[in-house]
């Protein structure tokens, strides 16, 4: 039990690491700083809705279907998705307003890709505990989309502060909370996270990314007039999310 333990950990850790990989583009010189805020930003929102669309909202759905019928299992992940947006909406009024609109969406983005982790963590554990290949198999898939989420945190956070170490340091707290997930799961959740649960937390931060994306990402992108820039790198961003979810 214990080398299981260890060994889902590791898997989780090392998933969440792979976020720092979109940390890259921030040590290399960046000519056009326009050009980049709406990559990183319309990139991001691809992401994030995408990941919503065809990765929580189903994952929602399907976990509550444990507990109830098809019907009401839609109507429970639908009202979680709408509580999701209220919070992302309460969060939102929260951070200060006179902040910089590029370092409130970098913090945004990470407080969401941390709600969004965690529970990949918990999966991660549970997954590797039961069957050890699915688990490497469900952390190489993880691994592959966590490197854009960290160009979502890293490239805001950036340009905002003209910080490379804050940066650095705001996509990791987000990679760690990976493990931290997979650590919450191993010492206290094995016996009490049930599948609806799971669901109802898949539709919150389903919801929480999505007000994100069309709220903030999208918005804060738009801003800089070059929307063929944004179309491009939106379907980038959608892409890569549909092709880590296919491997």
Do not use: W
């Not at 690491?17 to 940390?23: E, F, V």
């Not at 290399?28 to 709406?38: A, E, H, L, R, S």
């Not at 990183?40 to 509550?64: E, K, Q, R, W, Y």
């Not at 996509?171 to 997979?182: H, R």
């Amino acid at each position: 039990m214990s080398t299981m333990f260890s060994f889902a950990f590791v898997l989780s850790f090392l998933a969440g690491l792979s976020t720092l990989l979109g940390c890259i583009f921030i040590f290399f010189p960046i000519k056009n700083k326009d050009n980049m805020i709406v990559f990183a930003l319309s990139f991001a929102s691809g992401v994030m809705l995408t990941v919503s669309i065809i990765d929580l909202i189903p994952s929602s759905i399907h976990s509550i279907q444990s507990t109830f019928y098809l019907i009401p299992s839609i109507l429970i992940g639908c009202i979680s998705i709408v509580i999701g947006i209220l919070l992302s909406i309460f969060i939102d009024e929260k951070l200060p307003k006179h902040q910089d609109s590029l370092k409130r969406v970098g913090l945004f983005s990470m407080v969401a890709i941390i709600l969004h982790n965690i529970p990949e963590g918990i999966a991660t554990y549970l997954t590797t505990n039961h069957n050890t290949h699915l688990g490497i198999t469900l952390a190489i898939a993880i691994a592959l989309h966590n490197i854009p989420e960290g160009i979502t945190i890293s490239i805001p956070i950036y340009f905002s502060t003209k910080s490379r170490f804050k940066a650095f340091f705001y996509t990791l707290l987000s990679g760690l909370s990976e493990p931290l997930g997979a650590l919450l799961a191993g010492l206290f959740l094995q016996n009490i996270m049930t599948d609806t649960i799971m669901g109802i937390l898949y539709g919150i931060i389903a919801g929480i990314m999505i007000h994100i994306s069309i709220y903030e990402l999208l918005p804060n992108a738009y801003h800089h007039h070059k929307p063929r820039r944004l179309f491009t790198a939106f379907l980038l961003g959608a892409s890569i999310m549909l092709f880590s979810h296919g491997i």
